[in-house]
Each structure stands twice: as C-alpha cells, then as structure tokens.
C-alpha cells in the first residue's frame, strides 16, 4: 500500500551535514506518522526520530536531539532528516518507516511501524 524510498545518504566528515529524503507512494501519506530509524553494522535497528501525520509533533532520540531535525512536506510526499553536526556514531544505514496509528506510545519500536524503505548509507569520518 505504501512504498518508501530513502535518499541522500553519502560520506560526510564529523561536524558535516547531510539532508535525508523519504519519498512515499500512494494517496493516503498524510494519514501515516512517518519515522526514521538506524542500524550500524553489528548492531540493532535502533529509532531516531518521529514525526506526525500533521507534522505538528515530533520526537527524536536522547543521540541526536539537537542535531537532527525531521519535517515533511505532505504535498511531496516526502519526509526529511536534517543532520547536523554529525559524528562518527551517526554512521549507519538509515531507514524510513511509516505507522498508520494517530498516535503510538512505542514510537522507538520497530514493530509500531507497518512499511520501510530499503535504506541509505551514511557515514560519518572522523
């Protein structure tokens, strides 16, 4: 019913940006909280940040609140992460994930979310 595909991922050296891209299919995008999340090799698929079907509310991980910020723009199809002042420990593949529910009280859960994107790399050099 809904397809994501991330983009914008590449190298980047710490303190650098980069600006993510999710672009969603289908007609109802605007009902779906849509998240990011992250996975480094080795490691879990952890969350990183939330934004609602409105864009009114957003919530973002202890790891890089401050430094990231999520947006949409609904009309595009398209939800953003804006990543600031990056560091090495931001180096992951990122994945875009949308979750039918209004509201959720296990946002940083992976099951919470109903699709994926199939990811972008990002890696951060020191």
């Known amino acids: 019913q809904v397809q994501l595909v991330e983009s914008g991922g590449g190298l980047v050296q710490a303190g650098g940006s980069l600006r993510l891209s999710c672009a969603a299919s289908?007609?109802?995008?605007?009902?779906?909280?849509m998240g990011w999340f992250r996975q480094a090799p080795g490691k879990e698929r952890e969350f990183v940040s939330r934004?609602?079907?409105?864009?009114?509310?957003?919530y973002y991980a202890d790891s890089v609140k401050g430094r990231f910020t999520i947006s949409r723009d609904n009309a595009k199809n398209t939800v953003y992460l804006q990543m600031n002042s990056l560091k090495p420990e931001d180096t992951a593949v990122y994945y875009c994930?949308?979750?039918?529910?209004?509201?959720?009280?296990?946002?940083?859960?992976?099951?919470?979310?109903?699709?994926w994107g199939q990811g972008t790399q990002v890696t951060v050099t020191s």
């Open positions: 289908g007609r109802t995008f605007s009902n779906y909280a």
């Open positions: 994930a949308a979750d039918h529910r209004p509201r959720s009280y296990y946002y940083t859960r992976l099951d919470e979310y109903d699709y």
């Open positions: 934004i609602s079907a409105s864009g009114g509310r957003t």
